[in-house]
């Protein structure tokens, strides 16, 4: 499955389900937040910010400042000031004799002059300044980012980070950027905007056309924030984030269409451990990912962790063995005793106290190897899954069903594979069948 329509359908999903407050914001934000970020980056609106700052065009504007700013408009007016004692510009005799009339006919000192000010608070130049807040608030949230040698932070602005103090110095300095008046909170309008587009400067051209970019990926409109996912190259996994996400959104669409839309998804409060709720009558569903079940009781853990040393294989005392080492030597880590974690796990409760497990590993590569691998770590999670320290799954059927386990693997074009049916203890989907196929797998575990 193409990364162009990973995207795409993320866009829809992002849409339908987090910007309308059913799915937890929170969870997207973590897995587009590159790594090294601090929790100044913990919502979506900071996310868009961050992003936003590192598009090429945005760093081109900030490098082509210096020279446009000689360029700034103002608008010119007559001011009229009435002294005595001094004349300041050009003096209005006709309201200077008024003004004597009015006043004391015999005072020779009184006169009324009129200058020329420049006026910097128009339209165009109040776009301009809020675009150039937007970019100087963010980049001195995470200037220091900057400085490190993460993979993600755009070449052109680490290698100009003089940059960033041309910037600051046009923000706080610039006699022109400095006569431009604070915009109110609502500002800039969509007038505003309009009279910046319709310039003969590029600079507020391209201010208005920054601004609405910024404010579309806000409103989250689906090809802002298409345009986000794609440029979002901020791990060395980022093609595993991606189908991750996918995957996740394809099991709550799924379990939404069973019985003809019965399931109702609820919005999720933060601090909970599950990132979706789906429930119809007595039946609930409930969606982790990543080790977010931990809360809930829920853990992969080995049996040599829990079998006496007597009972246990040379390889088994090993393993043991091995991490008792590590935890000895490591004194200030916390090292997990499971097999790893599943990427997605579905955990469905009846009313009955009975509980049934769906449990997903998502493998983003068409390699023989990586997916052999992958359906072994499935096979673990499921022989070693427990529900408050007790496997789930009895010796006689370790596996569960045989439906209890998916892996999900990139296309594997030109490879023939076995239909669902067709399977054994766990079932494989491509990508590009998820969407499909995975109903049915829910309806065999439901």
Same mark, same amino acid.
């Given at each position: 499955m193409r990364r162009e329509q990973l995207v795409e359908g993320l866009s829809r999903d992002i849409l339908a389900y987090v910007m309308h407050g059913s799915?937890?914001?929170?969870?997207? &934000?973590?897995?587009?937040?590159? %790594?090294?970020?601090?929790?100044?980056?913990? %919502?979506y609106e900071s996310l868009i910010r961050l992003h936003f700052v590192l598009r090429p065009d945005v760093v081109s504007f900030v490098e082509d400042l210096p020279k446009r700013l000689r360029s700034i408009r103002t608008e010119t007016e007559n001011v009229s000031k009435t002294s005595r004692g001094q004349v300041d510009g050009r003096i209005n005799w006709n309201r200077t004799i008024q003004a004597r009339y009015s006043q004391n006919p015999n005072d020779r000192s009184l006169f009324v002059c009129e200058s020329r000010s420049e006026d910097y608070d128009i339209d165009e130049n109040v776009v301009l300044k809020r675009l150039l807040a937007l970019i100087h608030e963010t980049l001195a949230d995470c200037a220091a980012l900057f400085e490190r040698e993460y993979d993600w932070v755009t070449?052109?602005?680490?290698?100009?980070?003089?940059? &960033? $103090?041309?910037?600051?110095?046009?923000?706080e300095r610039n006699v022109h950027v400095t006569r431009i008046r604070e915009p109110a909170e609502y500002e800039p309008t969509d007038r505003m905007l309009q009279?910046? /587009?319709?310039?003969?400067?590029?600079?507020?051209?391209?201010?208005?056309?920054?601004?609405? #970019?910024?404010?579309?990926?806000?409103?989250?409109? @689906? %090809?802002?924030?298409?345009?986000?996912? /794609?440029? #979002?190259?901020? #791990?060395?996994?980022?093609?595993?984030?991606?189908?991750?996400?996918?995957?996740?959104?394809?099991?709550? +669409?799924?379990?939404?269409?069973?019985?003809?839309?019965?399931?109702?998804?609820?919005?999720? /409060?933060?601090?909970?451990? @599950?990132?979706?709720?789906?429930?119809?009558?007595?039946? /609930?569903?409930?969606?982790?990912?990543? +080790?977010?079940?931990?809360?809930?009781?829920? +853990?992969?853990?080995?049996?040599?962790?829990?079998?006496?040393?007597?009972?246990?294989?040379?390889?088994?005392?090993?393993?043991r063995e091995a991490q008792s080492v590590a935890e000895t030597y490591f004194q200030d880590r916390e090292l997990r005793r499971s097999t790893g974690r599943p990427d997605v796990i579905v955990l469905e409760i009846r009313e009955e106290s009975r509980r049934e497990y769906l449990v997903t590993e998502v493998k983003n590569s068409t390699n023989f190897d990586t997916v052999r691998s992958?359906?072994?770590? #499935?096979?673990?999670?499921?022989?070693?899954?427990?529900?408050?320290g007790d496997l789930v799954f $009895?010796?006689?059927?370790?596996?569960?069903?045989?439906?209890?386990?998916?892996?999900? &693997?990139?296309?594997?074009?030109?490879?023939?594979?076995?239909?669902?049916?067709?399977?054994?203890?766990?079932?494989?989907?491509?990508?590009?069948?998820? @969407?499909?196929?995975?109903?049915? &797998?829910?309806?065999?575990?439901?």
């Open positions: 799915f937890p914001e929170q969870q997207i &934000v973590e897995e587009l937040r590159p %790594d090294g970020v601090d929790g100044r980056f913990d %919502d070449d052109r602005w680490r290698e100009n980070l003089e940059l &960033v $103090d041309v910037l600051r110095n046009i923000v009279r910046a /587009e319709n310039s003969r400067s590029e600079i507020y051209r391209e201010a208005a056309r920054l601004l609405r #970019t910024y404010r579309r990926s806000l409103a989250a409109e @689906e %090809d802002a924030i298409a345009e986000l996912l /794609e440029q #979002t190259a901020v #791990t060395p996994d980022d093609e595993e984030t991606l189908l991750e996400l996918y995957v996740l959104f394809r099991y709550v +669409s799924a379990i939404e269409s069973l019985d003809e839309g019965s399931f109702t998804i609820r919005t999720i /409060e933060s601090g909970s451990q @599950e990132i979706a709720r789906l429930e119809h009558d007595s039946r /609930e569903l409930l969606l982790y990912h990543d +080790s977010s079940a931990r809360g809930r009781g829920l +853990s992969f853990l080995p049996e040599e962790f829990e079998r006496p040393r007597e009972e246990l294989s040379r390889a088994g005392v090993v393993q992958g359906i072994k770590e #499935t096979l673990e999670y499921l022989a070693f899954l427990r529900q408050d $009895d010796d006689d059927r370790p596996f569960g069903s045989g439906w209890n386990g998916v892996l999900v &693997v990139q296309d594997l074009d030109g490879e023939e594979t076995a239909g669902l049916a067709e399977q054994e203890s766990i079932r494989i989907l491509q990508a590009s069948e998820v @969407e499909q196929r995975l109903i049915r &797998v829910l309806e065999e575990v439901l």
